[in-house]
């Protein structure tokens, strides 16, 4: 191949990948916003759930020690997991450290998943799905019964963002505790020069393409699977079914 060849080659690879990574991502989008209007936000809301907790049960742990994060406090590589991992997947997130047992977390809009107009139409409870679904469990799965999330803002609730942080308690949390709310709180200003970064040797731009359309393609292979498998149907006609329509 040409040195010309070999330089256009690398941009349309970025393309394709980009393409690809679309079609999963407004799928997986109007697939939740069929199930929101259609189905109601109960129903919405526990898909999300499911498709979250089994996304973090299977690639949490995993993550952390990929992205080096394993050996981190734990409050700490929460955080640092969410904002390293989503700059792989090509989404920004906003990372702030306040201590050892406190670090924040920040999803400046506009919201990856619901992206563009299509914020208006998720519901509150939806949203709250997707931190019940990953973020209140990794205390869990981290052995640690201190740990919890408390969220402090929701962009679909008319919030500047979605924003939380991830706190180490003196004393084990209930259930019902992993996922807290404080709307009255408010993230500190971000500071890029401060933040952790991603090792370019480790994560050059061609892997984190592959992991962008990966990433989309697994969640959306888990919300058909648990919207087809695990939910009953809405009018005898699978929401996964207008969806495809729609596209």
Not at 23 to 33: A, D, E, N, V
Not at 191 to 196: I, V, Y
Not at 202 to 213: K, M, V
Not at 237 to 246: C, E, K, T
Request: glycine content about 8%; proline content about 7%; overall charge neutral.
């Amino acid at each position: 191949m040409t040195s010309a060849g070999s330089a256009v080659r690398p941009a349309a690879d970025a393309a394709a990948y980009r393409a690809v990574e679309h079609i999963y991502h407004s799928y997986l989008t109007g697939l939740i916003l069929m199930l929101a209007s259609r189905a109601g936000a109960p129903r919405a809301a526990e898909v999300v759930f499911r498709t979250f907790r089994r996304q973090q049960l299977a690639r949490f742990l995993p993550g952390l020690k990929k992205l080096g994060l394993d050996q981190l406090p734990h409050a700490v590589a929460c955080a640092q997991y969410h904002y390293l991992s989503n700059q792989v997947g090509g989404v920004k997130v906003e990372y702030v450290y306040e201590s050892d047992t406190k670090a924040w977390v920040r999803y400046p809009p506009p919201r990856w998943i619901w992206s563009g107009t299509a914020i208006c139409g998720i519901p509150s409870e939806v949203s709250r799905a997707m931190l019940r679904g990953w973020h209140a469990n990794n205390g869990v799965v981290l052995g640690n019964p201190r740990l919890g999330f408390v969220c402090t803002g929701q962009t679909v609730d008319g919030q500047p963002g979605l924003e939380g942080y991830y706190k180490e308690w003196d004393h084990d949390l209930a259930p019902e505790e992993r996922l807290q709310f404080s709307p009255g709180e408010r993230c500190p200003p971000f500071r890029a020069d401060l933040a952790p970064r991603l090792l370019d040797d480790l994560w050059p731009g061609r892997a984190c393409w592959r992991c962008q359309r990966h990433i989309d393609a697994h969640a959306l292979a888990l919300i058909l699977d648990i919207n087809i498998v695990d939910q009953p149907q809405v009018d005898d006609v699978q929401p996964n079914l207008r969806v495809d329509h729609i596209l």
